[in-house]
């Protein structure tokens, strides 16, 4: 059966824009007790695609008066969660979850290297407020393609002062993560969050220097990916079901659709509840997760239904579904 997420009620009390393309949601639970969370944390928002009920998960970049705050990309090609955000006015009503966390982050090390790309920042946010809070050494890096469209870049700047180098694509600066990596203390750690190909620069160099692979966190957009997402094809033989994918919904999404129960959390490839048994693969499977490692994604015996998918073609799986 699906995970069991436990709705309450809330209410957008503002917007802003906090980049041109980035807007911050202020949002308080109505009928149900605000609850403190730790840097990293994500809550849950109900959402409606194409008039049919779904959620999508959110990081959380900071609170206010009893209430959390989020921030959102506005992403036309996106599969819906973005557009029907941002369509919200103010006083809108909500469902929600409280806050869970899958990207914890650990006090007490010696140094912090924090890194995101675009709209990765978003979980990083709340991290480098409270190593500021706690007075831990730390460095921000943050990746944009635009400076004129930097999200929270008044704030950030205004805060975290010296800390913080921004690297503009546009202005030809790329961050070079292995040297970034040596320049953190031995003991110290690297939280990121951003495109899959930063992830994969990140865990290639970290693993170059020979690092504890503990002390390096990660978090992914839970839609980025090496190829452009395509239609494709599910089979399920023990079921006799053949399932459609669209391009702009995901694989868990279609089987829910289908009557398919698959047990899902995080839907963003961190968690690994919706991993589903892959029999054959026509193609070839884009990995969006973070949760397998490389063996295991090269071993294609298993899928994280949540973001990853096949590259057009189809895939056959087994699932522990058993109708009743």
């Known amino acids: 059966m699906p995970q069991i997420l436990n709705w309450s009620d809330a209410r957008l009390v503002r917007t802003r824009d906090v980049a041109p393309d ?33 959620h999508r998960s959110y ?16 992403a036309e090609k996106s599969r819906g969660g973005s557009r029907y955000m941002w369509s919200l006015q103010e006083g809108a009503r909500l469902k929600i979850t409280e806050p869970r966390n899958h ?26 407020a409270a190593l500021r809070q706690a007075g831990h050494k730390y460095r921000l890096i943050f990746a944009n393609r635009e400076r004129t ?15 913080l180098d921004l690297f503009i694509t546009e ?32 865990k290639a160099a970290w693993k170059a220097s020979g690092r504890p692979a503990t002390d390096l966190r990660f978090e992914t957009f839970g839609t980025t990916g090496h190829h452009a997402p395509e239609p494709f094809v599910v089979r399920i033989p ?3 079901k053949e399932i459609g994918v669209a391009a702009n919904e995901t694989m868990l999404h279609a089987l829910v659709k289908a009557g398919i129960d698959v047990m899902s959390d995080c839907e963003r490839g ?24 490389e063996d295991e994604r090269r071993a ?17 799986i087994e699932t522990a579904y058993r109708p009743g």
């Open 22 to 54: 980035v807007r911050e949601f202020e949002i308080a639970p109505v009928g149900a007790p605000w609850k403190a969370f730790a840097p990293g944390s994500h809550i849950n928002i109900s959402v409606l695609i194409d008039d049919l009920p779904d």
């Open 59 to 74: 990081s959380l970049v900071g609170s206010g008066d009893a209430t959390y705050k989020i921030a959102v990309k506005r």
């Open 103 to 128: 990207f914890s982050l650990d006090f007490g090390k010696p140094d912090y290297l924090l890194v995101a790309g675009g709209i990765g920042i978003t979980p990083i946010v709340s991290m480098a």
């Open 149 to 163: 469209s930097v999200p929270f870049h008044d704030e950030l700047s205004a805060a975290h002062g010296g800390k």
């Open 171 to 202: 202005e030809g600066r790329r961050i070079a993560v292995a040297d970034e990596i040596d320049r953190l203390a031995p003991d110290g750690q690297l939280y990121l969050c951003g495109p899959m190909r930063l992830i994969e620069a990140a």
């Open 238 to 240: 023990r079921l006799g």
């Open 270 to 293: 961190e968690c690994g509840l919706c991993a589903i048994d892959v029999i054959a693969c026509d193609t070839e499977i884009d990995h969006r997760d973070v949760f397998f490692n």
């Open 300 to 316: 294609n015996t298993k899928i994280c239904a949540c973001v990853s998918r096949a590259i057009g073609g189809s895939i056959t």
